[in-house]
Nanobody, 125 residues
Framework: QVQLAESGGGLVQAGGSLRLSCAASGRTLGTPHMGWFRRTSGKEREFVADINWSGSSTAYADSVKGRFTISRDNGVNTVNLQMNSLKPEDTAVYYC??????????????????WGQGTQVTVSS
């Protein structure tokens, strides 16, 4: 049983930074493709960023390019999302997602198999 443990959400002022982390456990074979999505009230879950199994390829939503950085530690199957220059419109519940399938960067949420419970990020103006 794969489990994803997210951490790092919270409340920050506009212009501030937060770092989200997600650790995958329960499966020891292979290295998963890992991503972050977010959902605001009344909206569909949207893609934020992802990173392939080796860490050699990443993708970002246009709305976060230049502000967010995704990285991973393959030794412990952990993915991080460094969020800088945060804006009120970044307020959302952020979800970590993983799959051991080979998928393209920027793949939609439906391509992922496992999800974290979500962590709230609130950016005040």
């Amino acid at each position: 049983q794969v489990q994803l443990a997210e951490s790092g959400g919270g409340l920050v002022q506009a212009g501030g930074s937060l770092r989200l982390s997600c650790a995958a456990s329960g499966r020891t074979l292979g290295t998963p493709h890992m991503g972050w999505f977010r959902r605001t009230s009344g909206k569909e879950r949207e893609f934020v960023a992802d990173i392939n199994w080796s860490g050699s390829s990443t993708a970002y939503a246009d709305s976060v390019k230049g502000r967010f950085t995704i990285s991973r530690d393959n030794g412990v199957n952990t993915v991080n999302l460094q969020m800088n220059s945060l804006k009120p419109e970044d307020t959302a519940v952020y979800y970590c997602a993983v799959t051991w399938k080979l998928i393209a960067n920027g793949a939609p949420a439906t391509r992922y198999d496992y999800w974290g419970q979500g962590t709230q990020v609130t950016v005040s103006s």
